[in-house]
């Protein structure tokens, strides 16, 4: 059984930073490109971030570009999503997804992901 569990998420201010990490199981996520994607309340879920399988290529929303951080660990089936300089407008619920074929390269459409996680809450306070 496929499941992606994310953690770290919480109440800071603007400006502070939060590192997200989201755990992979039931699957050879080192053969996946995974995403992290985001929701606003009342906004449609947004592309954020998406690493290749091996790490070696990254792609990032235009809105988050030079502020957040993606990586991976595929040894510990891990992803981390590192978020500096947050912004009021970055509060959302966070979730993390593997892409619904292995071997594909970044995609940023939230369709072509078919697993995943349960979200965790980001909240910038202004």
């Known amino acids: 059984q496929v499941q992606l569990v994310e953690s770290g998420g919480g109440l800071v201010q603007a400006g502070d930073s939060l590192k997200l990490t989201c755990t992979a199981s039931?699957?050879?996520?080192?053969?996946?490109?995974l995403g992290w994607f985001r929701q606003a309340p009342e906004k449609e879920r947004e592309f954020v971030a998406a690493?290749?399988?091996?790490?070696?290529?990254?792609s990032y929303a235009d809105p988050v570009k030079g502020r957040f951080t993606i990586s991976r660990d595929n040894v510990k089936n891990e992803i981390y999503l590192q978020m500096n300089s947050l912004k009021f407008e970055d509060t959302a619920v966070y979730y993390c997804a593997s892409d619904r074929f292995p071997y594909v390269g970044i995609r940023t459409n939230p369709d072509e992901y078919d697993h995943w996680g349960q979200g965790t809450q980001v909240t910038v306070s202004s």
């Open positions: 039931g699957r050879t996520f080192s053969n996946y490109a």
């Open positions: 690493i290749s399988r091996r790490g070696g290529t990254t």
